[in-house]
């Protein structure tokens, strides 16, 4: 499962990336994953949502046993 992090990006720093400023989840990487968030709460929710759908997912592959050739 990947770590996320809230960032908080700056107007200024926001015009130099061509992206709107506020909140956004980000990989350790510092990809952005998700965002602008209008709060550092709702940024944090979103991570939790991302986080909560990957791991039902990693759930749901070990529970599928593997193909095997023929």
Do not use: N
């Not at 709460?41 to 909560?52: F, S």
């Amino acid at each position: 499962m990947q770590t996320l992090s809230p960032r908080h990006v700056k107007t200024d720093e926001a015009l130099r990336l061509g992206v709107e400023s506020g909140w956004y989840a980000i990989k350790v990487s510092g990809t952005f994953v998700s965002g602008p968030h209008d709060s550092e709460g709702d940024c944090r929710r979103k991570i939790d949502e991302i986080q909560h759908a990957a791991g039902e997912e990693e759930a749901m592959r070990a529970q599928i046993p593997a193909a095997t050739a023929s």
